[in-house]
Nanobody, 123 residues
């Protein structure tokens, strides 16, 4: 129903910045929330940030508050994650996800997923 494509990952030094983008295509709805999750090797997928399509409310994991900023462009069905002051522990595959309803932190509540983009932060 909905296709998501992430971009913007790469290799950066600690303290650097990256901006991830996610473009949604196919069948979309105005009430969809968009979220970012990440998964490091051998670790469970964890919540990073999410934003409501309606209302503009945002939520963040404690580990990224003050460093990451999620934003949206409803006209282009895109969501971005600005990542500043990156740390080696931020290294992971980052996934864009979408769900019908409000922004939530549980990954199992999201219905649509992108293929992920690798973020590597060197020390």
């Amino acid at each position: 129903q909905v296709q998501l494509v992430e971009s913007g990952g790469g290799l950066v030094q600690a303290g650097g910045s990256l901006r991830l983008s996610c473009i949604a295509s196919g069948r979309t709805f105005s009430d969809y929330a968009m979220g970012w999750f990440r998964q490091a090797p051998g670790k469970e997928r964890e919540f990073v940030a999410a934003i409501n399509w309606s209302g503009g409310g945002t939520i963040y994991a404690d580990s990224v508050k003050g460093r990451f900023t999620i934003s949206r462009d409803t006209g282009r069905n895109t969501v971005a994650l600005q990542m500043d002051s990156l740390k080696p522990e931020d290294t992971a595959v980052y996934y864009c996800a979408a769900r019908f309803g409000i922004a939530l932190m549980r990954d199992r509540m999201y219905n649509y997923w992108g293929q992920g983009t690798q973020v590597t932060v060197s020390s």
